[in-house]
């Protein structure tokens, strides 16, 4: 753990707050899609955890593609998105959702999009598990949102600080010391 840093003593969303959230929405994006097939986009590294726990609550006709996109050092948005593998082989005409695990500045998500939309996808849409609204730049807005939060930087279930605490069961503050 970074020695200027501490996670708050409780978590901000426990797992079965997310996993009750991650429950609701899968229903409302297999209600909204009702059995047209889609295609999950999951933004690495840290929607992979959300994304694997939401894609077990789709249809099983659901096909699944990883991007990698990064924009963070440390705490800061760099405000500059690098996406690292392409944007996946998407076929032309598919119903695609983009899976993200948080949106902030809003960069990441807006690059994204405008990438995605060079595949001529017959529909593009957006989950995110959690958005910062104070924190944005950019206008880019998720049609799923599990949860919104203050602007707190948060860890845990996927979301790193340089790296660690991704593997944290639930979301918690980082805390300056
Ligand atoms: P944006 O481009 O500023 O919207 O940032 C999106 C990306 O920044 C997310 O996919 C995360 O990887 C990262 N990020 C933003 N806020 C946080 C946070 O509070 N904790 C961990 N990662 C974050
Ligand atoms: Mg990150």
Redesign the pocket.
Same mark, same amino acid.
């Given at each position: 753990m970074p020695e200027s840093m501490r996670l708050s003593d409780e978590p901000l969303l426990d797992a079965d707050a997310i996993a009750a959230r991650v429950a609701e929405l899968a229903a409302a994006i297999r209600r909204d899609y009702d059995g047209t097939p889609l295609t999950c986009l999951v933004?690495l590294?840290?929607?992979a955890w959300f994304g694997a726990d939401l894609i077990r609550l789709l249809p099983e006709s659901t096909v699944v593609e990883f991007v990698h996109? &990064?924009?963070?050092d440390g /705490?800061a948005?760099t405000?500059n998105?690098h996406i690292e593998t392409g944007a996946g082989p998407l076929a032309a005409g598919s119903h695609v959702l983009l899976i993200?695990?948080?949106?902030?500045?809003?960069?990441?998500?807006?690059?994204l999009r405008a990438r995605l939309l060079a595949h001529r996808p017959a529909s593009l849409k957006a989950c995110a598990l959690?958005d910062?609204p104070a &924190?944005?730049?950019v206008d /880019?807005a998720a049609d799923y949102i599990g949860f919104e939060i203050p602007d707190?930087?948060?860890?845990g279930y996927g979301?790193?600080?340089n790296e660690h605490y991704r593997a944290l069961p639930a979301i918690y503050q980082?805390i300056a010391r």
């Open positions: 933004v590294k840290g929607a996109a &990064r924009s963070y /705490a948005s405000g998105v993200e695990d948080i949106i902030d500045t809003g960069h990441t998500l807006a690059a959690l910062k &924190r944005r730049q /880019a707190h930087f948060v860890v979301l790193d600080y980082l």
